[in-house]
């Protein structure tokens, strides 16, 4: 009876702990840095693909990698992230967004020595959050470059990226979703962030490449709806941010960019209110609406705000301001200072000192040589004509790189631009063609009333 007795008041003991362990787990701490009614502004960043110092040299593998590639500038993105600490030093957002991609291709260092950078950042008086890109976790394609060869170098895993970036917004989210590597966080008392994961990196080694597509999981959108209820109920307002787009950013462009699914991602959004979406993966600048009528039977515009790579020409990030007093959001692009930054340091480098008309140029010469080549292979065109449609090619692709896409109107008229409308079907004419039918607005600035 005794050993009864004693089991029992143990068992008790036992179900207390649990259940005050439980109620200690479930228990939300919300402490926001800026207080109700605060101007806050935001710089956000994304496509970084930052290639650690350690990890490359100027040798033969490293310029092929390179002159090889799509456009980003890694030779020269220790300065070009330098730069833009320079400006934030100089300018002191409240807060930097980062939506993905930090790396190259998930190099376990190239995260280790990003981190390092963001803590001066946060040094600086400035709050970081990140979320993860399809090229960050458990990717092969990790490598690193000496002399003429190339060598595999670690990656990490999920728990990795946490646990490496945790300074800059895991440690400090309301809640976490126990399906992927997204959370919230409460910047301010009125501003809330939705930071999400929406990478498929489980199957990247099994594939052998890191997939391109994203997808929110049906259990992180329920997990969503809990964020949005708890928003809701402390009187906050949710800004979604995620690597992959909502929206349809282009024509051609969109299956391996906007999210899977989508139609049902924003059904959800749209009962939920969340119609702000900050997003990048596609590299380029633009801003795409759309308009839904809700179960309510109320029509709801949704945007989403793809900011342009920042290893990729021309070099520009977001910046949206808050005013509580206008209850209104303002985004622009400004220009990193590369020029400003190296010639401040005393840089003898002259693509650093002219960095706008180098990064044109490196930028722009990759787009030409694209064209001529795919016109030359193709043999239906003189050496004038070639010219003339590689030209227009490059300077559609710039313009859509820069978000400036609705000031085409004298590249539209010119003969280069009619020879490729008359140009037997292709990837490059279709691209053109996306580029000609984008919608006429400006990719740099945008004002939203709450």
Not at 13 to 27: A, E, R, V
Not at 393 to 406: A, P, Q, R, S, W
């Given at each position: 009876?005794?050993?009864?007795?004693?089991?029992?008041?143990?068992?008790?003991?036992?179900?207390?702990?649990?259940?005050?362990?439980?109620?200690?787990?479930?228990?939300?701490?919300?402490?926001?840095?800026?207080?109700?009614?605060?101007?806050?502004?935001?710089?956000?960043?994304?496509?970084?693909?930052?290639?650690?110092?350690?990890?490359?040299?100027?040798?033969?593998?490293?310029?092929?990698?390179?002159?090889?590639?799509?456009?980003?500038?890694?030779?020269?993105?220790?300065?070009?992230?330098?730069?833009?600490?320079?400006?934030?030093?100089?300018?002191?957002?409240?807060?930097?967004?980062?939506?993905?991609?930090?790396?190259?291709?998930?190099?376990?260092?190239?995260?280790?020595?990003?981190?390092?950078?963001?803590?001066?950042?946060?040094?600086?008086?400035?709050?970081?959050?990140?979320?993860?890109?399809?090229?960050?976790?458990?990717?092969?394609?990790?490598?690193?470059?000496?002399?003429?060869?190339?060598?595999?170098?670690?990656?990490?895993?999920?728990?990795?990226?946490?646990?490496?970036?945790n300074k800059f917004g895991y440690n400090e989210a309301i809640l976490k979703d126990e399906n992927s590597l997204s959370y919230l966080a409460s910047p301010s008392e009125d501003i809330w962030l939705l930071m999400l994961d929406t990478n498929m990196y489980l199957n990247n080694q099994k594939y052998g490449n890191p997939q391109t597509e994203g997808m929110i999981?049906?259990?992180?959108?329920?997990?969503?709806?809990?964020?949005?209820?708890?928003?809701?109920?402390?009187?906050?307002?949710?800004?979604?941010?995620?690597?992959?787009?909502?929206?349809?950013?282009?024509?051609?462009l969109s299956e391996g960019f906007t999210i899977n699914s989508n139609e049902k991602v924003l059904e959800v959004f749209s009962d939920l209110g969340l119609n702000l979406a900050l997003s990048?993966?596609?590299?380029?600048?633009?801003?795409?609406?759309?308009?839904?009528?809700?179960?309510?039977?109320?029509?709801?515009?949704?945007?989403?705000?793809?900011?342009?790579?920042?290893?990729?020409?021309?070099?520009?990030?977001?910046?949206?301001?808050?005013?509580?007093?206008?209850?209104?959001?303002?985004?622009?692009?400004?220009?990193?200072?590369?020029?400003?930054?190296?010639?401040?340091?005393?840089?003898?480098?002259?693509?650093?000192?002219?960095?706008?008309?180098?990064?044109?140029?490196?930028?722009?010469?990759?787009?030409?040589?694209?064209?001529?080549?795919?016109?030359?292979?193709?043999?239906?065109?003189?050496?004038?004509?070639?010219?003339?449609?590689?030209?227009?090619?490059?300077?559609?692709?710039?313009?859509?790189?820069?978000?400036?896409?609705?000031?085409?109107?004298?590249?539209?008229?010119?003969?280069?631009?009619?020879?490729?409308?008359?140009?037997?079907?292709?990837?490059?004419?279709?691209?053109?063609?996306?580029?000609?039918?984008?919608?006429?607005?400006?990719?740099?600035?945008?004002?939203?009333?709450?």
């Amino acid at each position: 009876m005794k050993v009864y007795k004693r089991s029992i008041i143990i068992i008790t003991f036992i179900m207390m702990m649990i259940l005050i362990g439980c109620s200690n787990n479930t228990k939300i701490t919300i402490s926001p840095k800026h207080k109700l009614g605060e101007k806050i502004t935001f710089f956000i960043t994304t496509d970084i693909h930052y290639l650690a110092e350690s990890l490359r040299d100027d040798g033969e593998a490293f310029q092929k990698f390179l002159i090889g590639g799509d456009g980003k500038q890694l030779d020269y993105i220790d300065e070009i992230l330098e730069a833009f600490m320079n400006d934030i030093e100089q300018k002191v957002p409240e807060i930097l967004i980062i939506s993905g991609d930090l790396t190259n291709n998930g190099e376990k260092e190239s995260h280790i020595e990003l981190a390092e950078k963001l803590n001066k950042i946060e040094e600086m008086g400035t709050t970081v959050y990140v979320t993860p890109g399809n090229h960050d976790i458990f990717n092969p394609w990790a490598l690193g470059f000496k002399d003429d060869q190339r060598y595999p170098v670690d990656t990490i895993t999920d728990k990795d990226f946490s646990l490496i970036y945790n300074k800059f917004g895991y440690n400090e989210a309301i809640l976490k979703d126990e399906n992927s590597l997204s959370y919230l966080a409460s910047p301010s008392e009125d501003i809330w962030l939705l930071m999400l994961d929406t990478n498929m990196y489980l199957n990247n080694q099994k594939y052998g490449n890191p997939q391109t597509e994203g997808m929110i999981k049906q259990e992180t959108l329920e997990w969503i709806q809990e964020c949005s209820v708890l928003a809701k109920e402390n009187g906050a307002e949710i800004i979604t941010v995620m690597h992959h787009n909502l929206l349809d950013h282009s024509e051609i462009l969109s299956e391996g960019f906007t999210i899977n699914s989508n139609e049902k991602v924003l059904e959800v959004f749209s009962d939920l209110g969340l119609n702000l979406a900050l997003s990048g993966h596609v590299h380029i600048q633009d801003i795409c609406s759309y308009e839904k009528v809700n179960k309510s039977n109320t029509s709801q515009e949704f945007y989403d705000i793809a900011t342009s790579s920042l290893s990729v020409y021309p070099q520009q990030y977001g910046k949206l301001d808050y005013s509580p007093e206008r209850n209104s959001y303002t985004y622009s692009t400004e220009f990193v200072d590369v020029e400003g930054w190296s010639k401040e340091n005393g840089v003898l480098d002259e693509n650093l000192n002219e960095f706008g008309k180098y990064a044109y140029t490196f930028f722009g010469d990759k787009a030409y040589d694209m064209a001529y080549n795919f016109l030359t292979e193709n043999n239906n065109y003189d050496d004038r004509e070639k010219h003339m449609m590689a030209e227009t090619f490059k300077k559609l692709n710039i313009k859509y790189f820069e978000g400036t896409d609705n000031t085409t109107e004298k590249i539209i008229n010119s003969e280069g631009f009619m020879l490729w409308q008359e140009a037997s079907p292709s990837f490059l004419r279709s691209y053109i063609m996306s580029i000609y039918s984008d919608d006429d607005i400006d990719d740099n600035n945008f004002k939203l009333q709450r």
